[in-house]
Nanobody, 115 residues
Framework: VQLVESGGGLVQPGGSLTLSCAASGFTFSSYPMSWYRQAPGKERELVARITSVGGYTNYADSVKGRFTISRDNAKNTVYLQMNSLKPEDTAVYYC?????????WGQGTQVTVSS
């Protein structure tokens, strides 16, 4: 299993970013995918989750209405569209999936929201 995140960077408050996670090594279309984030000094937290065919999504309360998770099973890629970014969204963002009770993580991509 390999998960490679991209798209992070520095953005001003109120700005937008789209993260991507390219997956390989497993049947991507068969598994739910999630985005987590970890801010300095804090525990890793769930941001958003999407089912295998994308029919159901759920979000952390802190990002509802601002973030959108989506997937393209033809491209083996999951996305996180982030709008109206706030300084408290600053964190390393990870994509992840659970296969046979083993959770796999990407290397993460840094998102910094600052003026």
């Amino acid at each position: 299993v390999q998960l490679v995140e991209s798209g992070g960077g520095l953005v001003q408050p109120g700005g937008s970013l789209t993260l991507s996670c390219a997956a390989s090594g497993f049947t991507f279309s068969s598994y739910p995918m999630s985005w987590y984030r970890q801010a300095p000094g804090k525990e890793r937290e769930l941001v958003a989750r999407i089912t295998s065919v994308g029919g159901y999504t759920n979000y952390a309360d802190s990002v509802k209405g601002r973030f959108t998770i989506s997937r393209d099973n033809a491209k083996n890629t999951v996305y996180l569209q982030m709008n109206s970014l706030k300084p408290e969204d600053t964190a390393v963002y990870y994509c992840t999936t659970l296969i046979s009770r083993a959770r796999s993580w990407g290397q993460g991509t840094q998102v910094t929201v600052s003026s």
